[in-house]
């Protein structure tokens, strides 16, 4: 009877248990949620069903939802960062005076079995007003205009490397062997080239000479190369590859004058910024896909107000102007350094359980600083004996290169970051402040597990 009796107690008291309600706190009482889509958008101001409707995306529908938001006294609103489908519509509600947060999408996730597009907007809604929503990192309007241009641009670099390739792709077939004696098919000898077979020249010899002297091989030796087959097929597809190539030649140089121009719209504005000069860099290589027409150089020590960023090794024009398109000014939002780490995704994704680190992988996903980095920490790995090459083989030879090269770009974003936020000027370590440092640490984790164990001063005087 005893054992039946406290069955009975266990069971009343699970029961009165799971009777419990679990309260959590309001943190944004008038809040809004909304499901972004191609074609409409669900808001939800509450849980009821009269509280959520459907818009279209046209302009007025998208002031008619503000509208109604206004009308319920929403002043906070919360959606996923859905393709550019959110852009208009996020631009609608800040115009209006509301305070619109971006969420990435695996946040916002619904419980599994629960996907409908009424039921997501008020899921969205329910999270955002218990505050458990945190927006996404937005550049300012003047560093989106820039990198507008920037990816419009690095696009048209990709279109143009297709072609590049088409063309290679074309004279193989035509028996022009120009890619084995020249080492860039769209160099000045190979362009000279590709333009005279095109307007219709054969002759191997009068092709040859079409060589710049800076070209390794001899008239004679590109001669052997340039005896085609005849086809016409692949020469009338060769000649509209030349041509598709010559016309992306031209919009990258008119993007790079509208880039130039606006740089120096932006810094025109800002006494502060303009005031700073700097000397050129005669040692910093120039890419071929680096823009001919403005000095980098000044223009991004002028737009970071004094700060070289280029004073770091193996850091190129394309990622200073990478940093300047995709996060500009907007790098101040970032507390610390190891916060701007975590959004590029170059820190360790931890995961402990039970006191073990199951895993300390980067985390997936990427974006086009956190490639810009990662290329230039590439190339610091092929310099030598500098402060950071030295570090970069150090972690190679422990872990790996593809390791190194994660780890040095998370050092660069560190070294930017401390650059731009805390004006510290780049100075690189020398073998004796790396082993002061190396000192210091060895002596801080002495001093860590020292207070864990609760050692006395008088139990560290022992003999080996």
Same mark, same amino acid.
């Given at each position: 009877?005893?054992?039946?009796?406290?069955?009975?107690?266990?069971?009343?008291?699970?029961?009165?248990?799971?009777?419990?309600?679990?309260?959590?706190?309001?943190?944004?009482?008038?809040?809004?949620?909304?499901?972004?889509?191609?074609?409409?958008?669900?808001?939800?101001?509450?849980?009821?069903?009269?509280?959520?409707?459907?818009?279209?995306?046209?302009?007025?529908?998208?002031?008619?939802?503000?509208?109604?938001?206004?009308?319920?006294?929403?002043?906070?609103?919360?959606?996923?960062?859905?393709?550019?489908?959110?852009?208009?519509?996020?631009?609608?509600?800040?115009?209006?005076?509301?305070?619109?947060?971006?969420?990435?999408?695996?946040?916002?996730?619904?419980?599994?079995?629960?996907?409908?597009?009424?039921?997501?907007?008020?899921?969205?809604?329910?999270?955002?007003?218990?505050?458990?929503?945190?927006?996404?990192?937005?550049?300012?309007?003047?560093?989106?205009?820039?990198?507008?241009?920037?990816?419009?641009?690095?696009?048209?670099?990709?279109?143009?490397?297709?072609?590049?390739?088409?063309?290679?792709?074309?004279?193989?077939?035509?028996?022009?062997?120009?890619?084995?004696?020249?080492?860039?098919?769209?160099?000045?000898?190979?362009?000279?080239?590709?333009?005279?077979?095109?307007?219709?020249?054969?002759?191997?010899?009068?092709?040859?000479?079409?060589?710049?002297?800076?070209?390794?091989?001899?008239?004679?030796?590109?001669?052997?190369?340039?005896?085609?087959?005849?086809?016409?097929?692949?020469?009338?597809?060769?000649?509209?590859?030349?041509?598709?190539?010559?016309?992306?030649?031209?919009?990258?140089?008119?993007?790079?004058?509208?880039?130039?121009?606006? =740089?120096?719209?932006? /810094?025109?504005?800002?006494?502060? $910024? !303009?005031?700073?000069?700097?000397?050129?860099?005669? &040692?910093?290589? %120039?890419?071929?896909?680096?823009?001919?027409?403005?000095?980098?150089?000044?223009?991004?020590?002028?737009?970071?107000?004094?700060?070289?960023?280029?004073?770091?090794?193996?850091?190129?024009?394309?990622?200073?102007?990478?940093?300047?398109?995709?996060?500009?000014?907007?790098?101040?939002?970032?507390?610390?350094?190891?916060?701007?780490?975590?959004?590029?995704?170059?820190?360790?994704?931890?995961?402990?359980?039970?006191?073990?680190?199951?895993?300390?992988?980067?985390?997936?996903?990427?974006?086009?600083?956190?490639?810009?980095?990662?290329?230039?920490?590439?190339?610091?790995?092929?310099?030598?004996?500098?402060?950071?090459?030295?570090?970069?083989?150090?972690?190679?030879?422990?872990?790996?290169?593809?390791?190194?090269?994660?780890?040095?770009?998370?050092? =660069?974003?560190?070294? /930017?970051?401390?650059?731009?936020? $805390? !004006?510290?000027?780049?100075?690189?370590?020398?073998? &004796?402040?790396? %082993?002061?440092?190396?000192?210091?640490?060895?002596?801080?984790?002495?001093?860590?597990?020292?207070?864990?164990?609760?050692?006395?001063?008088?139990?560290?005087?022992?003999?080996?």
């Amino acid at each position: 009877m005893s054992k039946i009796h406290s069955l009975r107690v266990f069971f009343k008291s699970k029961d009165v248990f799971m009777r419990k309600k679990v309260s959590m706190e309001v943190i944004n009482p008038c809040a809004a949620g909304i499901d972004v889509g191609s074609r409409s958008h669900y808001a939800a101001i509450g849980q009821g069903e009269s509280d959520v409707r459907e818009f279209g995306v046209y302009n007025e529908n998208l002031l008619s939802l503000a509208e109604w938001f206004l009308e319920n006294g929403i002043k906070t609103v919360a959606m996923e960062s859905t393709g550019t489908y959110w852009q208009s519509l996020y631009a609608t509600l800040q115009s209006v005076g509301l305070e619109v947060i971006l969420c990435n999408g695996k946040f916002t996730k619904n419980i599994k079995g629960k996907k409908t597009d009424v039921q997501d907007c008020q899921w969205i809604q329910k999270l955002h007003t218990l505050g458990l929503l945190s927006g996404s990192f937005l550049p300012d309007e003047a560093t989106e205009q820039l990198r507008t241009y920037c990816r419009h641009r690095t696009n048209l670099l990709e279109q143009s490397a297709g072609t590049t390739k088409k063309m290679q792709k074309y004279l193989r077939l035509l028996n022009l062997r120009l890619d084995v004696v020249v080492k860039d098919v769209v160099g000045l000898s190979g362009l000279a080239i590709i333009d005279a077979i095109c307007k219709g020249e054969t002759n191997p010899e009068k092709l040859a000479a079409y060589r710049h002297g800076n070209c390794k091989k001899s008239e004679q030796e590109i001669a052997k190369a340039l005896q085609w087959n005849g086809r016409k097929d692949y020469l009338f597809a060769l000649n509209h590859e030349y041509q598709m190539y010559q016309n992306l030649q031209s919009k990258i140089t008119e993007c790079d004058i509208e880039l130039e121009k606006l =740089l120096n719209e932006q /810094i025109g504005q800002d006494d502060n $910024k !303009k005031q700073h000069v700097i000397d050129k860099k005669v &040692y910093k290589k %120039i890419n071929k896909n680096t823009p001919k027409n403005m000095d980098i150089n000044l223009l991004s020590y002028q737009y970071f107000e004094g700060v070289d960023l280029l004073a770091i090794e193996g850091v190129s024009y394309s990622t200073v102007l990478t940093l300047m398109s995709e996060v500009g000014s907007g790098i101040h939002k970032f507390e610390s350094a190891k916060q701007f780490s975590s959004w590029l995704r170059l820190s360790p994704n931890n995961k402990i359980s039970g006191g073990k680190v199951l895993s300390n992988k980067i985390p997936k996903g990427s974006n086009r600083l956190k490639i810009a980095l990662r290329n230039a920490a590439n190339a610091i790995g092929n310099l030598k004996d500098t402060a950071l090459s030295n570090f970069f083989k150090r972690i190679a030879f422990r872990k790996g290169r593809v390791s190194a090269i994660s780890a040095t770009a998370r050092k =660069l974003a560190v070294i /930017i970051w401390n650059m731009l936020v $805390k !004006k510290v000027p780049y100075k690189a370590e020398t073998p &004796y402040e790396f %082993i002061d440092q190396k000192r210091k640490r060895k002596v801080q984790e002495m001093k860590k597990l020292i207070a864990k164990f609760d050692i006395k001063t008088d139990e560290l005087n022992f003999q080996l």
